[in-house]
């Protein structure tokens, strides 16, 4: 079992940053495949990046490619998505996840992934 943890969320200007960290425990996150999703009211959930074991590749959506980036320390046991350039349809709950198993990726479907954090809100203004 892996227990996920988000932070960093809150409200924020159109064109400004905010960084969201997932603390994980009950494993170590190095056996697993990490993502970002998003929901905002009334929308399904979406994809918005994930990370290999070794942070070695990373893959984003398109609506999300060149002002977010995710990373991972696995010897702190957690990730993180940086966002920059945030515009209020960004606005929406932000959820870490974790993928055991093996596989190439991006892994952007919900199913693929067997641990969610409860979330954290993101609030854009414009």
């Known amino acids: 079992q892996v227990q996920l943890v988000e932070s960093g969320g809150g409200l924020v200007q159109a064109g400004g940053s905010l960084r969201l960290s997932c603390a994980a425990s009950g494993r170590t996150i190095s056996m697993y495949v990490m993502g970002w999703f998003r929901q905002a009211p009334g929308k399904e959930r979406e994809f918005v990046a994930t990370i290999s074991r070794s942070g070695g590749r990373s893959y984003y959506s398109e609506f999300v490619k060149g002002r977010f980036t995710i990373s991972r320390d696995n010897a702190k046991n957690t990730a993180s998505l940086k966002m920059n350039s945030l515009a209020p349809e960004d606005t929406a709950v932000y959820y870490c996840?974790?993928?055991?198993?093996w596989g190439l990726g991006p892994f952007p479907g919900t199913n693929d992934y067997n641990y969610w954090g409860q979330g954290t809100q993101v609030t854009v203004s414009s």
């Open positions: 996840a974790a993928k055991g198993g």
